[in-house]
Nanobody, 130 residues
């Protein structure tokens, strides 16, 4: 069972950047779907970015496209979310998630669905002040 640990959250002023990291307990460089979700208080989790690790195919939600980038470093089993031009609406708890082994290799909007994932991290808080 894969264990995921997020880090990199914190407080930043609007317009600033943060990079979230998600360290996996085992090799996830192939045959895994990995994603980032965020959750506002009292709301359901929202998928914002996903990547199929075999081919590196990724998909980013419209709400953050152009500002957020998902990437992976297979040498240390780490998933990243680079977040630029952060805004107060980005304030949320951010979660890393994974599922594997998977056969699909092309990320699409459906890759952002929570039901695709079986492994979850504990989350890291991101707060953006104006």
């Amino acid at each position: 069972q894969v264990q995921l640990v997020e880090s990199g959250g914190g407080s930043v002023r609007a317009g600033g950047s943060l990079r979230l990291s998600c360290a996996a307990s085992e090799y996830t460089g192939s045959d895994y779907l990995m994603g980032w979700f965020r959750q506002y208080p009292g709301k359901e989790r929202e998928g914002i970015a996903a990547i199929y690790t075999t081919a590196g195919s990724s998909f980013v939600a419209d709400s953050v496209r152009g500002r957020f980038t998902i990437s992976q470093d297979n040498s240390n089993n780490t998933l990243y979310l680079q977040m630029n031009n952060l805004q107060p609406d980005d304030t949320a708890m951010y979660y890393c998630a994974a599922d594997g082994p998977v056969r699909a290799t092309i990320a699409t909007m459906t890759s952002l669905l929570e039901d695709n994932y079986n492994y979850w991290g504990q989350g890291t808080q991101v707060t953006v002040t104006s």
